[in-house]
């Protein structure tokens, strides 16, 4: 496949992975199979279509997800053209799309249809290493779009690649929506690996996830913690071919992982904790090691590197839990229009990632998780992380989230919000018996609230914003 002046270096990257073996496929799934020979003529003419509208090298195209095989091939036309991808959420609300879109100045809008469509902005960028503008999950408030660079984008991809050293002719299964930051990494995972991606954007209940993993013949996962959980919990129908999965995007509790190991030992899972702000993939946790580092998170991919410090910038040692800081090849350096939280994120110590951890002496990180996620109760640190676990382990609920409400009395207190276990219905006398044999009565909450499902972005992240005020 023939390149020009204005492709960019992803694209170029992109064409010749697609040239090496033409008829092999590169997508499946739900919208049926394409080949990457077929995908590089269809990306291709939709860049020539894209250049015939208008658009300049430079420019930034709004790509709405949610349109299968078409928004692959549209993300990687905008590549083609030399313009640079903001891709979102085809079914964003309308006062999102405008504050999104005053924000990022796209001079063109791809829509749910596939029209492209010219905004009203003028601003582009001459920077040919800009490869996209990714939007944060937004999961603690509104999503912010990070500038990512090629370098960044492809090198971050090709670090995990070292470290999966998966084999070839892997059929990667992810059932998330495209427009996030984990299935864009997946996709070009997938592209430079020489492997199938098999997606799905339908939200699945746990047996529906079974049957597309068992349906595609999917040999390889990626996904939430709560997915891979149900893939652990009903991994006996039928997906113990699977050579390995990867968790990202929340907390995985350290039982899954420690029951992962028995019941699907032929099977290799990868904890990763990622970031938007770091390209995708920061830390991953060699399988290897899960029988001694069960709740980690491990190590950072090579090319990037973690540190521990205190509230004032000071580093901790091994042990001492404090604010993770991201930095190295594939830091981001700024969020796009929004210079305030870029001076809070982006620090001369690296990227602080909101969460907190500490790392043990084999310098692998375990996450105590985000900021906010620990308060003081009368005058004693809570941390919801360690109640949401120890609620999972009751065996009455199958999803929790777990926040610090203002408490006129004692500063705040832990309120839980509780998906009941199928065939069982929620007591708090009871699980508040239950948590007292696990937890200090400071950790016990004041509130549970149950709920038909926990609200989560497609990455498996709590959506605090969505979640009722206890009564």
């Known amino acids: 496949m023939v390149t020009t002046p204005n492709d960019s270096v992803v694209a170029q990257r992109l064409l010749v992975e697609c040239a090496r073996a033409p008829e092999s496929l590169l997508l499946d799934g739900d919208h049926g199979p394409v080949t990457r020979g077929a995908f590089a003529i269809a990306a291709t003419t939709r860049a020539n279509d894209f250049r015939d509208a208008g658009l300049r090298a430079g420019d930034y195209i709004a790509v709405s997800a949610g349109r299968g095989n078409a928004f692959w091939i549209d993300l990687a ?18 006062e999102r799309r405008t504050a999104f879109e005053e924000r990022t100045h796209p001079q063109w809008l791809i829509a749910g249809d596939g029209t ?12 040919r290493d800009l490869a996209a503008l990714l939007n944060t999950s937004g999961s603690t408030g509104t999503p912010r779009a990070v500038c990512i660079s090629a370098t960044a984008l492809l090198g971050n991809v090709d670090a995990v690649r070292r470290v999966l050293a998966s084999p070839p002719d892997i059929r ?37 996830l079974i049957e597309f993993l068992v349906g595609q013949n999917v040999t390889a996962f990626g996904g939430a913690p709560m997915q891979v959980r149900w893939i652990v919990d009903f991994g006996d129908a039928g997906v113990r071919g699977l050579r390995w999965m990867m968790t990202s995007g929340d907390h995985l509790p350290a039982d899954v992982a420690s029951a992962a190991l028995v019941r699907m030992p ?18 991953i946790l060699d399988p290897r090691e899960l029988s001694v580092a069960a709740g980690s998170v491990g190590r950072p991919i090579p090319g990037m590197a973690v540190a521990i410090r205190d509230e004032e910038g000071g580093l901790l040692g091994p042990g001492e839990t404090g604010d993770v800081y991201a930095s190295g090849d594939y830091a981001a350096t700024s969020y796009v229009e929004d210079p305030d939280a870029t001076a809070k994120r982006f620090t001369n110590h690296g990227i602080r990632t909101g969460d907190l951890g500490f790392l043990d002496s084999a310098g692998r990180l375990w996450l105590r998780g985000r900021n906010d996620d620990e308060f003081k109760s009368a005058g004693h640190k809570v941390n919801t992380v360690v109640i949401a676990d120890a609620l999972l382990r009751t065996g009455l609920v199958s999803d929790v989230a777990v926040i610090g409400v203002p ?56 959506e605090r914003q969505a979640l009722p005020a206890p009564r």
């Open 77 to 94: 036309a905008t590549w083609i053209a030399g313009a640079v991808p903001l891709p979102l959420d085809a079914h964003m609300p309308i």
């Open 172 to 208: 990667l299964g992810i059932a998330l929506p495209s427009h996030f930051t984990s299935a864009i990494c997946h996709f070009l995972f997938a592209l430079l690996d020489g492997a199938t991606l098999v997606f799905t954007e339908r939200r699945l209940l746990p047996a529906q």
């Open 116 to 127: 492209l469509t010219p905004r009203p902005f003028a601003r582009g960028t001459s920077d």
């Open 266 to 283: 032929s099977t290799s899972l990868f904890v990763a904790y990622g970031l938007t702000e770091a390209a995708g993939r920061f830390c």
């Open 407 to 462: 408490d006129p009395v004692v500063g705040a207190s832990p309120c839980a919000y509780v998906v009941a276990l199928e065939g069982h219905t929620i007591e708090p006398a009871i699980l508040l018996n239950l948590l007292r044999q696990q937890l200090p009565p400071n950790h016990l909450p004041r509130w549970f609230i149950s709920l038909p499902a926990i609200p989560r972005t497609g990455s498996g992240k709590v």
